[in-house]
């Protein structure tokens, strides 16, 4: 269209009219990073807990065969190799004898509850476990008493033996860190749950620490620095003095995550995640037995009617083996269904959702536009090495734009151009490394 002058001025009043109420004009505001990668609207993460063996032999096959990661907190002393459990701290026998004439109270009561479940007896692990979740449950006076009556047994000899498997240390679980490690090469996590399963909310300091830094060691040894990103304390522990010690060495935990743009919603509770004024919802559900498939679709269906949602899901038992097993065909079943809704939903591993939305909080992103060429620069104080989830950009373009050119390192991709109610855009993926991105305008199209 040719512009006759007295329509040009017009035109361009209007333009500038248009420009002050439309911040699409402003162009220090012109690129985001999308809330999920790839126009997703939530994330799945698939995740297994104490590294039983049918997770890997039964269920991890019919994920692989879908192409789903799936993220696996094992228990790394039950995995040949790395370093066993125990105790750390002064003489069991000191420790022990002195129960015969002072009775459990605070003073006393984290070192014992740490040394019982090492003193030879399973009996004595289960001592450690129930003392544990009377403690967790609030129940502490009642955690003391039951501690004096493990140690009154022990004392006297009367602790045995059971059948029971008090840590998870089931003699079939036999994966060895080099099935672990090809594992995380097919693109699964591997992932820390501790040494040996305790309550660390009964452990002291010492024993903690162990636990925890001594898991990832042995992570750190066999499978490399990605396998020490996420971690979960056994079971599902929100205990604030753990959590004071398991952020500092774990940068994930799927108990608890520090961030304030963050909702957790845990596996116990009730409440639906639509309703938040966070801008993320982590919404954990436990599938067990009773489940069903129809509420495993349905939770998959709720992450497609929001935006803000990361449905992270919990197994344990698979088929006929461990606590509260799903059925192979249920998982046959259930994994379709989330592979179907692919296409709006991100399944990834726990680690990497965590760092996409991490990297996406943390990033600062300035737009320029030089005559062509939109310029837009990225920084973070984010570790690149760790943090390395491909960001998903969106650029809205100036009027007139009909066709852009990506040029990213040597490498030149022309974007396709789509609109929506802000403007029209493009969007594209760039390593989480990349600081510098041009965008050139095409003549044409
Ligand atoms: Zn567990």
Known sequence: ????????SLFAVLFLAASCANPVKDWSAQTEITKWPDGKNGAISITYDDGIINQLTVAKPIMDSLDLPGTFFIITGKVEGSAKGRFIGREPETIISETATIKTDSTNFFERASLI???GTTEAEEYHANVGSLFEAG???EAYLLLDEGYEKIRNG????????VFHNNPV?????E??????KQGHEISSHTVTHPRLAVLDEANIRYELEQSKADLAKFMGAKATFSAEGPYGTENERVMEYAHKIYPALRNRMPEEWLEEINRGSQKQPGNTDKEYVQWQRGAISTTGIDQMKAWTDTVNAHDNIWLVLVIHGVEDYGWEPLKREELVQYFGDVKENEDSVWVATFGDVTKYL????AAQIKSELEGDTIMIKLSSDLDAAVYDIPLTLKTYLPEGWEGVRLSQNERDINLKIMSDSNGSYVS???????????LVKLEGN
């Open 1 to 8: 269209m040719k512009l006759l002058p007295s329509q040009g």
């Open 117 to 119: 479940a090492f003193t």
């Open 139 to 141: 129940k502490v006076s």
């Open 158 to 165: 009367r602790l045995k033996d059971t059948e029971d498997v």
């Open 173 to 177: 679980d036999t994966t060895t860190w």
């Open 179 to 184: 099935q672990y490690k090809s594992y995380e």
């Open 358 to 361: 991490r990297e996406r909080k």
């Open 428 to 438: 594209y993926s760039i390593p989480s490394s990349e600081t510098e991105v041009q």
